[in-house]
Each structure stands twice: as C-alpha cells, then as structure tokens.
C-alpha cells in the first residue's frame, strides 16, 4: 500500500481498497497499528495548543485541564471505533447489504484517518486554520464511508441502498465526533 493510493481512497472505489482488503488485516491490528496511534495525535495536539497557546488561540482555551481533558479523549476515540465497527456492520446489514465485521472495523480505521490528520493544523495558532482542517478532515471522512461501503460491498456508483447506509454511518459519525467535541468544550 503506498501513499498515492491511500490519498485517493476517499476519490475512488477502485484500486486502494482492493489494495486494503488484499492485506486482510485483522482487528486487534487495525486497533493497535493503526487506531491507537493516530488517536494520540488529537489529544497529543490539543495538548499543545491548549498549553503553548492558550487564550491568544481562543478566549478560555488556556484556563481548561488539558490533562484530562485528553486523556479522556484518547479513551473515547478509541471506544469510538469498536462502536463504529459494529455499528456500520449492523447499519449495512440492516440495509440488505452483505459485509464482514473485519470489512467493518477496516472501514471503522480508515474513516477517521483525515480526522485524525485535520489536529495538525493545531501547529498554527489560528482558529480559522484549524476550523478549515477539521471541514475538509469531515469532508473527505464522509467520502471514505462511502467508498469504503462502495467497495466493500460490492455495488456501483448510485446505488441508493449504498447511499442510505452511507447516510445513516455519516450520520453517526457526525454525532460521536460532535459528541468528543463537546466533551473537549465541557471541561
């Protein structure tokens, strides 16, 4: 799998995922090559922003208890993809359409990949920087589930049962990931 590849993924139900389906991997190494250490980078990052910049990044953003804050971050993210595995396995199942739970919990690793990647624009300290990064990082996470559903499944483009199932995963989706927000806000 190279780089080239994993950049189209959100763009193309072609040669990437047959690509990701091929290696076969499984879930403990979806969850522990690749879900535990990209779910550092959110807390990693907010860390730093919240104690580097402070209030000159947004007003209250220096007096919260990054500490824990992040910690309990890291432990939803984490939490989030087993619940995301199963859940856009029951959700396609629902809708008719065939898929393993290893398919699943693949898709449950790689959605959330440019989510993930979007907390670098903490680098900046400007908040219009990271707003934008986090509106792509969603963006191109929605057009993951539904390449990875594409796919996985084995339909064709403008398939409404795809697009139904897609809807429902984004949907919830959508929801976990404004929930963590509003986790990071509450503290």
């Known amino acids: 799998m190279n780089i080239s590849n994993l950049m189209r993924l959100p763009f193309t139900n072609g040669e990437g995922w047959r690509e990701l389906k ?72 629902a809708q008719k359409l065939s898929i393993s739970y290893q398919d699943a919990y693949l898709l449950a690793a790689v959605a959330p990949l440019p989510l993930w990647l979007s907390s670098l624009a903490l680098w900046v300290p400007v908040l219009a920087v990271s707003v934008v990064a986090v509106f792509v990082g969603l963006f191109l996470s929605c057009a993951l589930i539904y390449q990875g559903i594409r796919f996985l499944c084995g339909r064709g483009d403008n398939d409404i049962e795809t697009m139904s199932a897609t809807y429902t995963v984004m949907a919830a989706s959508v929801l976990a990931w404004g929930v963590l927000m509003a986790m990071v806000w509450a503290f």
């Open 22 to 93: 091929r290696l076969n991997f499984s879930i403990p190494f979806l969850a522990w090559v690749v879900v535990v250490p990209m779910s550092f980078l959110p807390p990693v990052m907010l860390y730093y922003a919240g104690t580097q910049y402070g209030d000159a990044f947004m007003s209250g953003f220096g007096d919260k208890e990054w500490r824990l804050i992040t910690t309990i971050l890291f432990l939803a993210e984490l939490l989030t993809f087993f619940v995301m595995g199963w859940l856009i396995q029951a959700v396609l199942e």
